[in-house]
Nanobody, 126 residues
Framework: QVQLVESGGGLVQAGGSLRLSCAAS????????MGWFRQAPGKERDFVAG???????YYADSVKGRFTISRDNTKNTVYLQMNSLKPEDTAVYYC????????????????????WGQGTQVTVSS
């Protein structure tokens, strides 16, 4: 059974930085597309960033140039470095993994992902 556990969320002032981690257990996900999503109260869960098995990265327009996704396959862990944070980045951030290896699919959509973490709260104060 695959488990994803996020960590690194917290409260930060606008302009600050946070680094989120997503540790996977149960099986290696080094060949699986991994994504970060976020969900603010009363809103849908939105794609933030994704990374494929070879390290190619994808970003939502709202975070390009500020967020960086990376992965360490030796640790079965994916990271999200968030810089220049804004109050509108406030949300619960979720890590997700595609079930199939070497498959990106429609990575922008939550339905493409079979495995999800429990989420970590990120709050950016103005």
């Amino acid at each position: 059974q695959v488990q994803l556990v996020e960590s690194g969320g917290g409260l930060v002032q606008a302009g600050g930085s946070l680094r989120l981690s997503c540790a996977a257990s149960g099986r290696t996900l080094s060949n699986n597309f991994m994504g970060w999503f976020r969900q603010a109260p009363g809103k849908e869960r939105d794609f933030v960033a994704g990374i494929n098995w070879s390290g190619r990265t994808y970003y939502a327009d709202s975070v390009k140039g500020r967020f960086t996704i990376s992965r360490d396959n030796t640790k079965n862990t994916v990271y999200l470095q968030m810089n220049s944070l804004k109050p509108e980045d406030t949300a619960v951030y979720y890590c997700a993994a595609n079930r199939r290896a070497y498959y990106s699919g429609n990575y922008y959509y939550p339905a493409e992902y079979a495995y999800w973490g429990q989420g970590t709260q990120v709050t950016v104060s103005s």
